[in-house]
T-cell receptor
Framework: AQSVSQHNHHVILSEAASLELGCNYS??????LFWYVQYPGQHLQLLLK??????LVKGIKGFEAEFIKSKFSFNLRKPSVQWSDTAEYFC??????????FGSGTQLTVLP | SQTIHQWPATLVQPVGSPLSLECTVE??????LYWYRQAAGRGLQLLFY??????ISSEVPQNLSASRPQDRQFILSSKKLLLSDSGFYLC????????????FGSGTRLTVV
């Protein structure tokens, strides 16, 4: 069975600071990895995904993530955060039945 | 167009009462369907998934059950609700061959009192 760990439960940054959210996964099959974002009062939205190829993937709104197979990690990064990035971020790994297993989430608060 | 409907949006139920949450999708066929629960401070937990009519896989043993009576209908049920069943329930789907992430429903906020 797959699992995902997000070690940062709450991150507080000032605008323009750089962001890195940690995600470690455990899965024995072909790895498909995702980052989702949930803005206050809104649905989950797909931020970016990794299936194969270039381990550095770029998503919407300036976010990117790097797949490091040797570390079982898929960390999310953004060079300069904005107040509007305040949201909860979820890392997920997809299993054989295409079910997503999510991490517990990281609440990001960006101070203006 | 492809859409997902989930209802009701909010529900307040007493402990011990039954539960039925319904999710239907439109504009697609033979989707994989999923029920998730988002409890406060606990992230998203996969409860059940279904790859076809009558096929249900349970991820977490608990007080809930799921059924898929039709291709595009997925139902989450309970015979007797517990306080711990409170949470935000999300239905999601993905079609065969889809390489992107899920499409999520708008969710049901369940409060067991």
């Amino acid at each position: 069975a797959q699992s995902v760990s997000q070690h940062n439960h709450h991150v507080i940054l000032s605008e323009a600071a750089s962001l890195e959210l940690g995600c470690n996964y455990s899965y024995g099959g072909t790895v498909n990895l995702f980052w989702y974002v949930q803005y206050p009062g809104q649905h989950l939205q797909l931020l970016l995904k990794y299936f194969s190829g270039d381990p550095l993937v770029k998503g919407i709104k300036g976010f990117e993530a790097e797949f490091i197979k040797s570390k079982f990690s898929f960390n999310l990064r953004k060079p300069s955060v904005q107040w509007s990035d305040t949201a909860e971020y979820f890392c997920a790994v997809r299993g054989a039945a295409r079910q997503l297993t999510f991490g517990s989430g990281t609440q990001l608060t960006v101070l203006p | 167009s492809q859409t997902i409907h989930q209802w009701p949006a909010t529900l307040v139920q007493p402990v011990g009462s039954p539960l039925s949450l319904e999710c239907t999708v439109e504009g697609t066929s033979n989707p994989n369907l999923y029920w998730y629960r988002q409890a406060a401070g606990r992230g998203l937990q996969l409860l059940f998934y279904s790859v076809g009519i009558g096929q249900i896989s349970s991820e977490v043993p608990q007080n809930l059950s799921a059924s898929r009576p039709q291709d595009r209908q997925f139902i989450l049920s309970s015979k007797k609700l517990l306080l711990s069943d409170s949470g935000f329930y999300l239905c999601a789907w993905i079609t065969t061959g889809e390489v992107d992430g899920y499409t999520f429903g708008s969710g049901t906020r369940l409060t067991v009192v």
